[in-house]
């Protein structure tokens, strides 16, 4: 049974800093490329940072040198560690695991706001 766990939302002022984690467990987590999207009320799901099997990322422009994303196989978990946020990163976030197959966490609400 494949399971990716979110974690590491929750409420913060403009310019403070998350981390979020997805453990993922029943796949083979290093040859999956992982990615964290988000979807704020009203809007559609938007990917926002995604990592491949070799560790090459990519980023929303948004995001570009605030957010970083990345992963420990050895934890078979994936980060997005989110820097000087701001009001419009308010969203929940959800985890995929892209290869043959994708799967998709429940997702973790981040809040910001003063």
């Known amino acids: 049974q494949v399971q990716l766990v979110e974690s590491g939302g929750g409420l913060v002022q403009p310019g403070g800093s998350l981390r979020l984690s997805c453990a993922a467990s029943g796949i083979t987590f290093s040859v999956y490329a992982m990615g964290w999207y988000r979807q704020a009320p009203g809007k559609q799901r938007e990917l926002v940072a995604e990592i491949t099997n070799r560790g090459n990322t990519n980023y929303i422009e948004s995001v570009k040198g605030r957010f970083t994303i990345s992963r420990d196989n050895a934890k078979n978990t994936v980060y997005l560690q989110m820097n000087s946020l701001k009001p419009e990163d308010t969203a929940v976030y959800y985890c995929?695991?892209?290869?043959?197959?994708?799967?998709w966490g429940q997702g973790t609400q981040v809040t910001v706001s003063s």
């Open positions: 995929k695991a892209r290869y043959s197959y994708s799967y």
